[in-house]
């Protein structure tokens, strides 16, 4: 993934736990499709009288996703977000009402975050080998980081709506936008949206391990999910919880890295040094009602680190959930507002 985040995926379809095992006669039927998109997976569970067929649904869904990859892949040289990529002026340039939208809310969550989160890292990303370019042979001089510094930067990037046209705007010829740590989240808002435009109220909507969750299972219990344990062995739970009617996004630092020179680099770049995040963080779920923002908070929450993302998320009264490796093995915190939607063990 050509990302300052991640590659870890939360969880996928065999880990999504439904009900509470006290009821074994399912009530209503669940339709679940599944399919590609974003470079990985989606899955989507309906349990509602709304949505009765399951082909016609995943057509519709399958256009409604292709639509955010015309929009917004970095992959796509014709997409939306590629031509402004590609652009090399300061001129204005249109797009849909969705990518400015998104980046909008990229921009608002970087400056929010006083820049933990930045869609403008990605020169920084590749020079570090976690782009298409190949690994580097040796560790980027202060001075090569300097130089690939002055290719980024939000306060370069411009939005600007009006009736007529939605448009992006670039203070700098080499400014180049990666949306992919807030892209997925998107597209499963979208889905949900659609779901809720047909009547579904109950529904579970994941891509890649990003969730939008609401109302109950097919067995009338609220849906539950788990968070993986950050092992490389996938499979093993560390917490399940329960998230409402709410989106779920989780960012990880363990699975995509290198070493060098017996250092260990992480793909997780920090926009303000320009250098890989050196600290034991290792992974962040967020819980929030929109799961794009829920997507750019826990980027820009493994880019601050245990201790910052914490107090970061009790100020402004954010359900996260942190995992950091110690000498023991891994220890896990969680603000207030994250509380009730643990499990009870």
Known sequence: MHSVVKTWLAFGLAFFLTGC????????????????????????????????????????????LERVNDQMSTYRPDSELSRFNQ????????????????????????????????????????????GPDAKPTKVPSDELISQTRQKTGLGNLHVITSVDADTLQKDIPDLYVDLSAIAKGFGVDKVAEYLESLG???????????????????KGHPWRVAIEKPTLNAGSVQEVIVPGDNGVATSGDYRNYYEMDGKRFSHTIDPLTGKPIQHRMVSVTVIHPSCMTADGLATALTVMGPEKSLAYARERGLAIFVITKTDDGFEETYSEAFKPYLVKK
Do not use: C
Request: hydrophobic share 35%.
């Open 87 to 130: 652009h090399r002026d300061n001129t204005p340039v249109v797009v849909s009402r969705d990518t400015a939208r998104v980046v909008t809310e990229a921009i608002h969550i970087g400056r929010e975050s006083r820049g933990a989160l930045d869609v403008t890292v990605g020169p920084l990303v590749n020079l570090w080998g976690f």
């Open 200 to 218: 579904a109220r109950n529904y579970l909507v994941e891509i890649g391990g990003e969730l939008r969750i609401n109302g109950v299972n097919g």
């Open 21 to 64: 095992g006290q009821e074994t006669v399912q009530s209503k039927p669940e339709i679940h499709i599944t399919g590609s998109t974003m470079g990985t997976y989606y899955s989507i569970k309906v349990a509602d009288d709304a949505v009765k067929d399951g082909a016609k649904l995943q057509a519709e869904v399958d256009v409604l």
